[in-house]
């Protein structure tokens, strides 16, 4: 299964960007779907997840350093997902992937992962 992440680009600092994940393999809406970043040089690491619509805990996380300027959509219409990020910074910077997974997870074992989207925020 591969997704794909799209919607990357070179933005100001302060902008808008409306990342998406989608795949004509799988149902998104039946796995949870997880949003990661890689910044030059660092590790990857998750930005925030959505559960499945069947899953009992129904709460959206996000990491603390996009939180309040993030929010993790689904359009189930067009089986795609999307991260839209507000107010970039340049340490938001980096390479962005989605995952998927059945399981009710957040991780970096999530089973089907998308090439990523390079994000670059710069004056």
């Known amino acids: 299964v591969q997704l794909q992440a799209s919607g990357g680009g070179l933005v100001q600092p302060g902008d808008s960007l409306r990342l998406s994940c989608a795949t004509s393999?799988?149902?998104?809406?039946?796995?949870?779907i997880g949003w990661f970043r890689q910044a030059p040089g660092k590790g990857r690491e998750v930005v925030g997840c959505?559960?499945?619509?069947?899953?009992?805990?129904?709460?959206?996380y996000y990491a603390d350093s996009v939180k309040g300027r993030s929010t993790i959509s689904r359009d189930n219409a067009k089986n795609t997902v999307y991260l839209q990020m507000n107010s970039l910074k340049p340490e938001d910077t980096a390479v962005y992937y989605c995952?998927?997974?059945?399981?009710?997870?957040?991780?970096?074992?999530?089973?089907?992962w998308g090439k990523g989207t390079q994000v670059t925020v710069s004056s």
């Open positions: 959505i559960p499945s619509i069947t899953s009992s805990d129904d709460s959206t």
């Open positions: 995952a998927a997974d059945a399981r009710q997870v957040c991780s970096f074992d999530m089973h089907h």
């Open positions: 393999a799988i149902t998104l809406d039946y796995y949870a």
